[in-house]
Each structure stands twice: as structure tokens, then as C-alpha cells.
């Protein structure tokens, strides 16, 4: 069964503490991103890798970190730089980097402080 | 003006009626827009997408783009209770790579 899976689906971060989210895909795209969404707003971009062991910066990439050292997968930690975690992250892929082709979600991790 | 916009709503229409769901965007370069459904709760799911002028249908889903006007619409023809969602609008801007700008949605509410 092809699909984005994102784990955990919950996860709460301690004062200081670094968390990462998992997103694994095994649709073969190249193209995968990383979203966050906040009560009553649009998604905003955090990162997006066009190719393994290549990523970019989105709109709002402080304090957040990513890798892409296989095609896959496309983990994304939250540091505890960023003051204000708490979020819908969405993970996405699209088979076409360039262009036209639509992207596809996975289920999203709610991220909560404690 | 936000890249993106739709009205926040909601939309409320009875089951059986035609919903019309209205996004503008700022970019005039845009290439493609798409429109997701997104239940409380969940993550989006996509709807449809258009590339070109005019009308493209699928199903009870007809998506309308106008690039003139800088307007893209879904209709959902006979509107059922489970169309009850919010609908979000994309838009790929022309950056050479894929990057879309998402509208902040519109709630849908199909009364039985």
C-alpha cells in the first residue's frame, strides 16, 4: 500500500528538549516537504527537499532542522529554538519538483509543549 | 493583500444544492492550483487540480480557473452532508520549483 506515514501522531516536547518527526514515503517522489498549520491558518513551508541530500528552506524554517540522506525519508527536528512548536505538521510528497503535479499528505503529527 | 485568499466562511448549504467555493491569488504567474479537503482533525486530501483556462470536471467536482481575473472556483454539485469540511485553495507559484501557497480555507457546512 503506497503512502506517506508520519509518526508519532501525538508528541509533547519538555522545556529545551529537541523532538523529531518522522515522515517515510515509499511513493518513489523526489520532491517531499514539510508543512505547519496553526488553528484557522493555511499551511505555511517550513522545508522542501527536491532530491535526496538536498534541502531548502521554506517560509518559516527557524528553529527547525531537516536531512534527506535517502530518498524516503525526511525526518524534521523542532530545536528548542523554536519558542512556539505547538502545531499540526504536515508532511508531503510530490513526484515532480519542478512543476504541476499535485502534492500528497500524510496523516500529521500534533505537536503540544508540556 | 495575502497571496492567496478565500473566504473563511461558513458556507452553509441544504443537502442537494450546489456549493461554490471562491479563491483569488495574487501571483500572476501562477501555473497550476489546486484545491484540497481537509476534515477537523485531519490532513488534506486532494480534490482536484487545473492547469488551464476554464472548466474541468470530475465527478460532482468542477473546478473553474479564469487567469485573467486571477480566479480559481470548485463546485460541488449535489452537496452531500459528508462534503461538510474545510476546503483549501493552492496555488504553485512560478519559482521554478514546486512551491505552493495555500489559502486559510473555507468551512462548509451541508445541512441535511
Known amino acids: 500500500d503506497g503512502g506517506i506515514t508520519q509518526s508519532p501522531k501525538y508528541l509533547f516536547r519538555k522545556e529545551g528538549q529537541n523532538v523529531t518527526l518522522s515522515c517515510e514515503q515509499n511513493l518513489n517522489h523526489d520532491a517531499m516537504y514539510w508543512y505547519r498549520q496553526d488553528p484557522g491558518q493555511g499551511l505555511r513551508l517550513i522545508y522542501y527537499?527536491?532530491?535526496?541530500?538536498?534541502?531548502q528552506k521554506g517560509d518559516i524554517a527557524e528553529g527547525y532542522s531537516v536531512s534527506r540522506e535517502k530518498k524516503e525519508s525526511f525526518p524534521l527536528t523542532v530545536t528548542s529554538a523554536q519558542k512556539n512548536p505547538t502545531a499540526f505538521y504536515l508532511c508531503?510528497?510530490?513526484?515532480?519538483?519542478?512543476?504541476?503535479?499535485?502534492?500528497?499528505f500524510g496523516d500529521g503529527t500534533r505537536l503540544s509543549i508540556l | 493583500q495575502k497571496e492567496v485568499e478565500q473566504n473563511s466562511g461558513p458556507l452553509s448549504v441544504p443537502e442537494g444544492a450546489i456549493a461554490s467555493l471562491n479563491c483569488t491569488y495574487s501571483?500572476?504567474?501562477?501555473?497550476?492550483f489546486f484545491w484540497y479537503r481537509q476534515y477537523s482533525g485531519k490532513s488534506p486530501e486532494l480534490i482536484m487540480f487545473i492547469y488551464s483556462n476554464g472548466d474541468k470536471e470530475d465527478g460532482r467536482f468542477t473546478a473553474q480557473l479564469n487567469k485573467a481575473s486571477q480566479y480559481v472556483s470548485l463546485l460541488i454539485r449535489d452537496s452531500q452532508p459528508s462534503d461538510s469540511a474545510t476546503y483549501l485553495c493552492?496555488?504553485?507559484?512560478?519559482?521554478?520549483?514546486?512551491?505552493?501557497?495555500f489559502g486559510t480555507g473555507t468551512r462548509l457546512l451541508v445541512s441535511p
Open positions: 501571483d500572476r504567474g501562477s501555473q497550476s
Open positions: 508531503a510528497s510530490s513526484i515532480d519538483r519542478w512543476g504541476n503535479q499535485p502534492q500528497h
Open positions: 493552492a496555488v504553485n507559484k512560478n519559482t521554478g520549483f514546486q512551491k505552493l501557497v
Open positions: 527537499s527536491q532530491i535526496v541530500n538536498d534541502f
